[in-house]
């Protein structure tokens, strides 16, 4: 993949080169952070042309929005229309701004187009985890026997403070870190759907959930991380429909040490009325729920141990993403989301950003169905946002987008309605989306404090009738 770096990047991977993975950066280093680059690691400047703005502190809660009535967010933007449009009539005279994933849906799908609008850089962080996420500049390291294991810091734990781990990273596995480890809202709660469409235009309703997403480092009342096994992410999701599945509770977590139990699974099935451990459910294990359309570290952006990848930065890169999609997330119904090949393209908000490109091939003897990944990473969020996955003939097989907007209410990026096309088969699936429609919802709360959710196996089992 040919990738123009910018100079900024040159400057921050040619310092890093000679450094050992392991350790953290220098004080010199980390004086950037609050300068030049904001204290979270994004380039803080405007673009030379301008489309790319200055980070001006992201978005404050918008008027009109109120959460205690609103199953939705607002859309702030809703009135801006498309600066310009990307097809496969146009596609080269923007090709330097396309990941691959994107290419190829532009040559495969000749409906298929981008609706590119103003750029707005939204994401907010509270002071608090600005100010960690400095401190962690310095003091965070991976760990662990195998490279990107595992994480260590100077809080109190030994683990890093709650913010980015590295906000200069110097390898593939410190910027996925960022993706798990990332600022967001302590608790998001998601009441929808999702759909595959086969390569013939067919859909079919994939199990309907209610879910609670949970950044627990981020509770700002700091009694979720006792109750979530210390985790940086989880989500604990039950299922409503269809019949058949009604009833079925996944409840997952994700710690800062990936090797040592650091994924831990539960399952819960209505018909055998019990909780079981499923350390299975990782890696290249198809979601059998969700038909197998897609695998477990799949699942927003990257979840899991990272030990059969070699991971690599390639760079900082202008390039059109989803960004600010409050269409297929909280405002658009069903039928003005699908299309028969693709997402309908009028449905997304396409936007200029910097993102971090991280490339990783499979390792030498390692097992996996993808024998190389590549993820995008918006620079402000530390969010993954698009990814590309390869066969084991090294053709590009599935492309991945993930639609996100800012919880301005709570600060934070939700990411958590995504969207795959298996451009081999033909088909494509959306997830966590339908939230516009009748009874369904999707909402943010920075502690979970007097939340309905079932945090730990026994509070599943408890709770666990169909």
Same mark, same amino acid.
């Given at each position: 993949?040919?990738?123009?770096?910018?100079?900024?990047?040159?400057?921050?991977?040619?310092?890093?080169?000679?450094?050992?993975?392991?350790?953290?950066?220098?004080?010199?280093?980390?004086?950037?952070?609050?300068?030049?680059?904001?204290?979270?690691?994004?380039?803080?400047?405007?673009?030379?042309?301008?489309?790319?703005?200055?980070?001006?502190?992201?978005?404050?809660?918008?008027?009109?929005?109120? @959460?205690?009535?609103?199953?939705?967010? &607002?859309? #702030?933007?809703? /009135?801006? $229309?498309?600066?310009? +449009?990307?097809?496969?009539? !146009?596609?080269?005279?923007?090709?330097?701004?396309?990941?691959?994933?994107?290419?190829?849906?532009?040559?495969?799908?000749?409906?298929?187009?981008?609706?590119?609008?103003?750029?707005?850089?939204?994401?907010?962080?509270?002071?608090?985890?600005?100010?960690?996420?400095?401190?962690?500049?310095?003091?965070?390291?991976?760990?662990?026997?195998?490279?990107?294991?595992?994480?260590?810091?100077?809080?109190?734990?030994?683990?890093?403070?709650?913010?980015?781990?590295?906000?200069?990273?110097?390898?593939?596995?410190?910027?996925?870190?960022?993706?798990?480890?990332?600022?967001?809202?302590?608790?998001?709660?998601?009441?929808?759907?999702?759909?595959?469409?086969?390569?013939?235009?067919?859909?079919?309703?994939? @199990?309907?959930?209610?879910?609670?997403? &949970?950044? #627990?480092?981020? /509770?700002? $009342?700091?009694?979720? +991380?006792?109750?979530?096994? !210390?985790?940086?992410?989880?989500?604990?999701?039950?299922?409503?429909?269809?019949?058949?599945?009604?009833?079925?509770?996944?409840?997952?977590?994700?710690?800062?040490?990936?090797?040592?139990?650091?994924?831990?699974?539960?399952?819960?099935?209505?018909?055998?009325?019990?909780?079981?451990?499923?350390?299975?459910?990782?890696?290249?294990?198809?979601?059998?729920?969700?038909?197998?359309?897609?695998?477990?570290?799949?699942?927003?952006?990257?979840?899991?141990?990272?030990?059969?990848?070699?991971?690599?930065?390639?760079?900082?890169?202008?390039?059109?993403?989803?960004?600010?999609?409050?269409?297929?997330?909280?405002?658009?119904?069903?039928?003005?989301?699908?299309?028969?090949?693709?997402?309908?393209?009028?449905?997304?908000?396409?936007?200029?950003?910097?993102?971090?490109?991280? /490339?990783? $091939?499979?390792?030498?003897?390692?097992?996996?169905?993808?024998?190389?990944?590549?993820?995008?990473?918006?620079?402000?969020?530390?969010?993954?946002?698009?990814?590309?996955?390869?066969?084991?003939?090294?053709?590009?097989?599935?492309?991945?987008?993930?639609?996100?907007?800012?919880?301005?209410?709570?600060?934070?990026?939700?990411?958590?309605?995504?969207?795959?096309?298996?451009?081999?088969?033909?088909?494509?699936?959306?997830?966590?989306?339908?939230?516009?429609?009748?009874?369904?919802?999707?909402?943010?709360?920075?502690?979970?404090?007097?939340?309905?959710?079932?945090?730990?196996?026994?509070?599943?089992?408890?709770?666990?009738?169909?």
């Amino acid at each position: 993949m040919k990738i123009k770096f910018l100079p900024y990047a040159l400057m921050i991977f040619g310092a890093c080169a000679a450094t050992s993975a392991m350790s953290a950066v220098s004080a010199e280093e980390a004086k950037q952070l609050g300068a030049e680059f904001t204290r979270f690691g994004a380039v803080k400047a405007a673009n030379a042309d301008g489309s790319v703005p200055e980070y001006t502190g992201g978005m404050n809660p918008v008027a009109g929005y109120d @959460p205690k009535t609103m199953a939705t967010y &607002v859309d #702030p933007f809703k /009135d801006e $229309k498309p600066a310009y +449009r990307v097809d496969a009539k !146009n596609m080269s005279q923007y090709e330097a701004m396309l990941t691959e994933g994107t290419k190829a849906m532009l040559k495969q799908y000749p409906s298929f187009q981008l609706n590119v609008y103003p750029s707005h850089r939204s994401f907010r962080y509270p002071e608090w985890v600005l100010d960690n996420t400095v401190k962690n500049a310095t003091t965070a390291k991976l760990t662990g026997e195998v490279e990107g294991d595992a994480l260590s810091g100077a809080d109190k734990d030994g683990l890093p403070y709650a913010g980015v781990p590295f906000p200069i990273p110097k390898s593939g596995y410190e910027a996925i870190w960022n993706h798990t480890a990332r600022y967001n809202a302590a608790v998001s709660h998601n009441v929808g759907g999702g759909y595959l469409v086969d390569s013939t235009g067919s859909i079919t309703t994939l @199990p309907t959930a209610d879910e609670y997403f &949970v950044h #627990p480092w981020y /509770d700002v $009342k700091g009694t979720l +991380r006792a109750k979530t096994f !210390n985790a940086l992410f989880g989500f604990s999701a039950k299922l409503t429909s269809p019949p058949s599945s009604a009833g079925v509770v996944f409840l997952n977590y994700y710690t800062a040490n990936a090797a040592e139990g650091g994924q831990r699974v539960w399952f819960y099935t209505p018909g055998q009325r019990r909780v079981r451990q499923a350390p299975e459910f990782s890696y290249d294990v198809p979601i059998a729920a969700y038909g197998g359309v897609t695998v477990w570290d799949d699942i927003y952006g990257y979840l899991g141990r990272m030990d059969r990848f070699d991971y690599k930065i390639v760079g900082r890169k202008e390039m059109l993403i989803p960004y600010n999609a409050f269409g297929p997330t909280n405002t658009l119904p069903v039928k003005e989301l699908l299309g028969e090949k693709h997402i309908n393209p009028d449905a997304v908000r396409w936007e200029k950003h910097r993102v971090w490109v991280v /490339d990783g $091939k499979r390792k030498e003897g390692a097992r996996h169905a993808y024998s190389r990944r590549t993820f995008y990473l918006d620079e402000d969020c530390w969010c993954i946002v698009a990814s590309e996955a390869y066969d084991n003939g090294g053709a590009l097989w599935r492309v991945s987008h993930y639609y996100g907007f800012p919880t301005y209410d709570t600060g934070g990026f939700n990411t958590e309605t995504w969207s795959t096309n298996d451009l081999i088969k033909g088909n494509y699936f959306i997830l966590n989306t339908g939230h516009a429609e009748p009874g369904n919802s999707i909402r943010s709360y920075d502690t979970a404090e007097g939340l309905p959710v079932h945090l730990t196996p026994q509070a599943v089992a408890a709770g666990g009738v169909r």
